[in-house]
């Protein structure tokens, strides 16, 4: 059984688990922890640290060599290169050198909707799927994965993509329908613009929808008016943990 470490660093919450990789479940209980306030490097640093500990001390991961974080912003090379919904202390961090130091051990820093769009394509709803798979994660922003035949294109952030002059993300994220209190209809017709407007730069394969309002996928999902095949993601709040997991591990070898 190959086991590694999985984090997921988020707005509210910061969550970990021991993952095994060749079944794709979770084999330990999830430590959570909530978001020290403000979101500076320093205090997440010491967040995760404990949570890893915890993890290894109490959950029997002391030999577990592979960690992986995913973090919502670009990730190139180990660095943070952007600060969406962050503190912008984290723009140009060496967070993978930060981490390692901070923790004693090989960290993998990815980008959470990156990490969430792998799991679904090896453990999820895009399992064996050919071609382009687009994930999207709707949730504070939007988050976007792009798998090609299984194979991921990071950073792709097309929860930045601007339409009418501003970010989409700003307008159809599930954080603008609870902001604005839209009904399911009124986000739904946000949405298919956006998804068309995806679809016709990308033509993708198949679109899965991620993010915590997934779980409601019934109530808006099908009034997304597109062409592609569009599915709810399936691992839930388990797939950046499970995806950051998978990538630490690919990554090392
Ligand atoms: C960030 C992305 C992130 C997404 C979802 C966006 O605002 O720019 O890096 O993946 O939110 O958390």
């Known amino acids: 059984m190959?086991?590694?470490?999985?984090?997921?660093?988020?707005?509210?919450?910061?969550?970990?688990?021991?993952?095994?990789?060749?079944?794709?479940?979770?084999?330990?209980?999830?430590?959570?922890?909530?978001?020290?306030?403000?979101?500076?490097?320093?205090?997440?640093?010491?967040?995760?640290?404990?949570?890893?500990d915890e993890l290894i001390s109490e959950?029997?991961?002391?030999?577990?060599?592979?960690?992986?974080?995913?973090?919502?912003?670009?990730?190139?090379?180990?660095?943070?290169?952007?600060?969406?919904?962050?503190s912008d202390d984290w723009i140009g961090l060496d967070a993978d050198t930060l981490f390692g130091e901070a923790l004693g051990r090989d960290i993998h820093f990815?980008?959470?909707?990156?990490?969430?769009?792998?799991?679904?394509?090896?453990?999820?709803?895009?399992?064996?799927?050919?071609?382009?798979v687009i994930v999207t994660t709707l949730g504070t922003g939007i988050g976007s994965?792009?798998?090609y035949d299984g194979v991921l294109v990071p950073n792709?952030?097309?929860?930045?993509?601007?339409?009418?002059?501003?970010?989409?993300?700003?307008?159809?994220?599930?954080?603008?329908?609870?902001?604005?209190?839209l009904s399911f209809e009124e986000w739904a017709t946000r949405l298919t613009r956006y998804y068309r407007h995806v679809e016709f730069l990308f033509s993708p394969d198949l679109l899965v929808i991620g993010g915590g309002v997934s779980k409601q996928h019934d109530e808006f999902m099908h009034l997304i008016d597109v062409e592609t095949p569009i599915v709810p993601a399936e691992l839930r709040n388990n797939a950046g943990i499970m995806g950051a997991a998978a990538l630490a591990e690919r990554h090392a070898r």
Not at 27 to 35: A, F, I, L, P, Y
Not at 63 to 74: E, K, L, M
Not at 162 to 181: F, K, P, T, V
């Open 2 to 52: 190959t086991r590694a470490i999985g984090i997921d660093i988020g707005g509210t919450g910061i969550k970990g688990a021991i993952v095994d990789l060749d079944a794709g479940e979770l084999v330990s209980e999830r430590v959570k922890q909530n978001t020290p306030e403000g979101g500076e490097p320093d205090a997440i640093i010491d967040t995760v640290r404990q949570i890893v």
């Open 59 to 86: 959950h029997g991961g002391d030999d577990v060599a592979h960690i992986g974080v995913c973090f919502p912003a670009i990730v190139r090379n180990g660095r943070t290169m952007s600060a969406a919904n962050v």
């Open 110 to 132: 990815v980008n959470d909707a990156d990490a969430a769009g792998y799991a679904e394509a090896v453990y999820g709803a895009a399992r064996d799927q050919r071609g382009l």
């Open 145 to 147: 994965a792009f798998i």
């Open 156 to 181: 792709t952030e097309l929860g930045h993509l601007e339409l009418d002059g501003d970010d989409a993300e700003h307008w159809a994220a599930n954080s603008a329908r609870e902001r604005e209190e």
